[in-house]
């Protein structure tokens, strides 16, 4: 049977064992020694990290300005170029309207041509027949006077 003096030294014994256990999981944090040298060392590469960061930190702010400089413009020229293509779809439709025009123009002046021919040819003839009349009429003249003469 168990004796207290028994518990007592087993009891004893687990406490040990798991003092020495947790001793072992506490003490996982070793502790380094470096030299002065080496500190400097760590400290300068430390401070050159650091300003490496901040000149990193000040290219990619300068960076961001001259994005968002470059989106603005690129905004502004689409909608430079937007406004453009609307222009331009004007432009053909006031010239395709304004080629219609001129072949209507040039169809009518050319049916005004044709009728100015028409007219001059008719007007040649009109011409022709009243030189003719006035000959015939010059002659019956000539022909009257003659016989007045001659009475």
Avoid: P
């Avoid at 064992?17 to 500190?39: D, K, Q």
């Avoid at 060392?41 to 990193?56: G, P, S, T, V």
């Avoid at 300068?62 to 905004?75: F, G, P, R, V, Y």
């Avoid at 170029?81 to 080629?99: G, N, R, V, Y």
């Amino acid at each position: 049977m168990w004796t207290k003096k028994r518990v007592f030294m087993c009891g004893l014994s687990l406490y040990f064992c798991l003092s020495w256990a947790f001793a072992g999981i506490c003490s996982a944090n070793r502790v380094y020694e470096i030299s002065e040298t080496e500190l400097t060392q760590l400290q300068n590469h430390l401070d050159a990290l650091e300003q490496n960061n901040k000149i990193l930190q000040m290219l990619l702010s300068e960076s961001d300005e001259q994005s968002t400089i470059a989106l603005n413009k690129l905004m502004e020229s689409q909608k430079e170029l937007a406004t453009l293509k609307m222009q331009l779809k004007q432009a053909q439709i006031d010239k395709e309207s304004a080629t219609k025009s001129l072949e209507t123009a040039n169809l009518e002046l050319q049916k005004a041509a044709q009728s100015f021919k028409e007219s001059e040819k008719e007007h040649a003839k009109i011409e022709g027949r009243l030189r003719t009349k006035c000959t015939v009429l010059e002659v019956l003249l000539g022909i009257a006077t003659g016989f007045a003469i001659a009475r």
